[in-house]
Structure formats: structure tokens, C-alpha cells
């Protein structure tokens, strides 16, 4: 039951750099009941003797870990994602502890409701998350630590986050929840919103209202906004349908 709550969640790694890391990720990923691993352009060999080594009988976790170019590829049928960093950020993205912020990862997953895709984003071992690919999340965690000597090795992040995902699927899997009502709005996935994203952004700077340099800050703050409102399938599509006949207009005035 366990395994079936986990079973939508995927952690994934941005450009990790090291093989050993990777192998420990992949152990404690079978040991805490998840199987899904996304290497965004790896900087290592994750298939090499190292990481099978310290992988020791989780390597089928590294055999199917599925390689992309970038994070919108790692996210593609994803309706939820949370980035892990240390980076401060703004009061409408405030940043709370794992056992806090995790369990939204999987409420969809209870054993009673339907199942969805969810992601976990962890950056890379020697820099975190830059602002840029934190956009791509809806929720942020960061993992209390000493003032003293707050950095985490990056196995170790991985490792505290998967406990704590393990102990809310265990919650779930004794205590199970009322079958959602039938009504209840879709959630999009993660690509939907990121193509209306892309979608917005262009004709923003088409019709001046963002400038190339100012346009990632400004679209930040559109992800920001609509991360609050949790908007459906339909309204997505609707907004999408709202900017293609802008697109269209724009394109008639111009004949």
C-alpha cells in the first residue's frame, strides 16, 4: 500500500555531478518505497561501477532512471512539483520544513483517490537551484539545519525527503481518506501550464509589456500568481484559448 501511495513521485536530479551520490540516491530511494528517478543532463555515470556500488541492490533503480535535457522534460505529466533549496524566497512562496510541505505531493495519491504524477526537484551538488529553475515548481521546502554548517550533502537531502514521504504514505496507508467527489476540478499537468507559460510570455513581449531583460523577474511573478489560485485543467485552457485570439487579433491588425 505504501509502494502504491509512492508510486507517482518522481525525484529528480539536476546536474548531478557525482556517481556516488547518484548510487546513494537510488539506494535510499528503494529502501523509503520509491522507484522513479529523473536525471536532468547528468554530469556523471550513473550506470558506472561507482554508483552501482553504493546503489549496492537498488541498481535496477539506476537502470531505469530516466535521462531528460531539462526540467520541463523531467515534469512532463507531473500536476504537482516541489523544489527543495536554501535560497530565500518571497512571502508568497515561502519556504517550510519537509514534513510540512511534502505530504501535498501526495494527497493525490491516497489510496482512495485518483492517482497523479508529482516530482520532487533537487538541485545540483554544487550550487542548489538557480532562481530560473525554481520557477518551475508550485511549492518550496527547505530542510532545517545548523546555522553553524547548513549546507547538506546532496544524498543527504535526498535521503531526509524520502523519510518523510515514506512516513506520510504510511499515515495514508492506515488511515484512508473518502473517495473524492466526482465534481471536483481537474488539476493541470505541469507541461499544460508551462506551455501556457511559454504562450503568455511571447505575447507579452510582443505587445511591449515585458522586455527581454526584465521578462524572467516579471514571469516569475506570473508563475507565482497563478501557483496560488490552483487553477484547473479547463481554466488553463481557457486562458490558452483567451491568448490565442489575442494572437489572432494582433495578427489582423497588422494585415
Known sequence: MVEQVLAGVRIVLVEPAGPLNVG????????????????????????????????VHAANLLETAQRVDNIPDALKGCQRAIAT???????????????VGLPWLLE???????????????GPEDRGLSNAE????????????????????????????????????????EHPAPSPQPSAPTPPS???????????????LKIGYLYPHTAPSRMEKFRRLFNRAELSTEEVTMLRGILRQMEWALGQKDL
Open 190 to 204: 505541469l507541461d499544460l501550464l508551462e506551455g501556457y507559460y511559454q504562450q503568455l510570455e511571447t505575447l507579452l
Open 24 to 55: 546513494g540516491i537510488a539506494r535510499v530511494m528503494k529502501n523509503m518505497g520509491l522507484s522513479q528517478m529523473v536525471l536532468v543532463n547528468p554530469h556523471c555515470d550513473w550506470l558506472g561501477e561507482e554508483a552501482r556500488l553504493m546503489a
Open 108 to 122: 493525490a495519491n491516497h489510496p482512495n483517490a485518483t492517482s497523479m504524477e508529482s516530482a520532487l526537484i533537487f
Open 134 to 173: 525554481l520557477s518551475y515548481a508550485q511549492r518550496f521546502v527547505r530542510i532545517p539545519s545548523s546555522p553553524t554548517y547548513p549546507s547538506l550533502n546532496l544524498a543527504q537531502a535526498v535521503a531526509i525527503c524520502c523519510y518523510e514521504l515514506h512516513q506520510t504514505a504510511l499515515t495514508f496507508s
Open 85 to 99: 533549496t536554501s535560497r530565500d524566497r518571497s512571502p508568497e512562496a515561502s519556504l517550510v520544513s519537509p514534513k
